[in-house]
């Protein structure tokens, strides 16, 4: 059996063979050229870091030169991002942030072909094969980086030399506070980056052009809102140098709504029902007392629960007036009490005090009536002479200082008039209560908040 050839012979290829073929082999070769392309491009990142971080080529313990290659201090410019902040702490003067902190300096050292553009710039996630500022947060107290999954850094270097360092920290930095305005109050936490080792001759922080500070847009703290920041140079000279500093001030904002319903509405509550016991029978003892001293015991019990979320500090804060002044409006509620109590046995016993005169009166007026009988009779009239005290006279008297009471102009006073309907002095004193304390409470409120609130506009501005 003849088998059927696998190649035709030579000469017998039509045009349309030979079109195919030509097609099928240029395709073939630009896929070979793609392929030999993308192999090339990576061997070429490949190749342009060992010829710039090689053996021999970069040493990392020398700092870059300066701006075109003088002699003068490496710049770095600086940017930061806030992603958020946590927590800030009254007690500690603390306040908790996670950032992602931004370096770029130029270092000519590392410059490389890029291509013609294939390569925009080279990627490292170790920090030591290249020259690294010295860096480091001023007032921080803990703090931590994030290598979840990866360690969250990375290094680019760009052809022209240029450096960028890009990091995820979380950092505990310290805030002194200062609490006079406590809740209405406005501070001011710093974020501190200075050189360690490196002075001014040798590196400069700047901060970049433009915008330096980035915070994300959906911030929410849970008791401050973050009004601005401010960014600014803070360099220090020490003995063994000046060394370069940046820092940038965040302005918080206190939410007062949070203290108005935890703190200020039921202080005032507490007040106000301890004036309960002035409307109270005076005779209610075990009422008024419980009621006193109940409300007594709340109020401290919420000065010391304030107090206690606060740091001890020497002077006095305006939540130290607030509750210091309403804890003395409800002792004073107590001791009106106490006061009313003596006047009300004060009372008892002036009463007993008057009916034993009326007593005494009367039984004095009874043997004159007796002895004005004697008389009529003539029996002892010579023996009772010198015992007369010749009545006429007296009520004559009585008389003469009636008619100059009556001459006298009268002098109306509203006040002795209304108190007059109240006959005992401890009734006296819980009526003069219920309209003097409530009038003495919002004066000190319109003085607290007036002067507070002036106070902060002040500052403010």
């Known amino acids: ?111 490389f072909n890029d291509f013609q553009g294939k390569i925009k710039y080279l990627t490292l996630t170790d920090a030591n094969r290249v020259w690294m500022p010295d860096l480091f947060f001023a007032n921080e107290k803990e703090g931590h980086f994030h290598n979840i999954i990866m360690p969250n850094v990375y290094i680019r270097i ?53 915008d330096p500070v980035q915070v994300v847009k959906n911030l929410h703290l849970p008791r401050f809102t973050l009004e601005k920041f401010l960014t600014d140079y803070c360099n220090s000279k020490t003995n063994t140098g000046e060394y370069s500093c940046l820092k940038v001030d965040l302005l918080f904002k206190r939410e007062f709504s949070y203290y108005l319903i935890q703190i200020y509405i039921p202080c005032c509550m507490l007040v106000i029902v301890s004036w309960v016991s002035f409307w109270l029978d005076q005779n209610a003892i075990p009422a008024r007392v419980s009621l006193g001293v109940t409300t007594l015991l709340t109020m401290a019990t919420q000065t010391s629960g304030i107090n206690a979320s606060l740091p001890p500090v020497s002077y006095t804060k305006a939540i130290d007036v607030w509750t210091g002044v309403c804890l003395t409006f409800v002792f004073g509620a107590l001791l009106e009490f106490a006061l009313v109590n003596y006047a009300s046995r004060s009372d008892m016993h002036r009463e007993n005090m008057k009916k034993q005169r009326r007593q005494c009166e009367l039984e004095h007026a009874a043997s004159l009536e007796a002895a004005a009988d004697l008389l009529e009779d003539g029996a002892t009239t010579f023996a009772m002479k010198p015992l007369v005290r010749h009545p006429g006279d007296a009520l004559t008297l009585e008389k003469v200082r009636q008619c100059e009471i009556h001459m006298q102009p009268k002098r109306e006073n509203c006040c002795r008039t209304w108190l007059s309907k109240f ?31 002036f106070r902060e506009e002040a500052e403010e501005n």
């Open 1 to 111: 059996m003849a088998t059927l050839p696998l190649w035709p012979p030579r000469g017998l290829l039509s045009a349309a063979q030979l079109l195919a073929l030509l097609v099928v082999l240029s395709t073939l070769v630009q896929i070979s050229w793609c392929n030999q392309g993308k192999v090339n491009f990576r061997e070429k990142e490949k190749q342009v870091l060992d010829q710039i971080l090689g053996p021999g080529r970069y040493d990392a313990r020398i700092r870059p030169s300066g701006i075109n290659g003088t002699d003068g201090p490496a710049i770095v410019r600086v940017n930061l991002f806030v992603r958020s902040i946590a927590t800030i702490s009254d007690i500690k003067m603390e306040y908790s942030v996670q950032l992602t902190f931004r370096e770029q300096w130029m270092d000519e050292r590392l410059k």
């Open 158 to 210: 760009f052809p022209y030399g240029s450096v960028l360092y890009s990091i995820r920290i979380s950092l505990t930095l310290a805030c002194p506070m200062n609490l006079k305005l406590y809740p209405l109050d406005r501070q001011t936490c710093s974020l501190r980056m200075a050189s360690y080792g490196w002075t001014t001759d040798d590196l400069v922080f700047l901060w970049k052009d433009g």
């Open 423 to 453: 006959p005992t002095r401890s009734k006296r004193i819980d009526v003069i209560s219920r309209i003097t304390f409530p009038l003495v409470f919002a004066l000190f409120n319109l003085v607290y908040w007036s002067t507070y609130l």
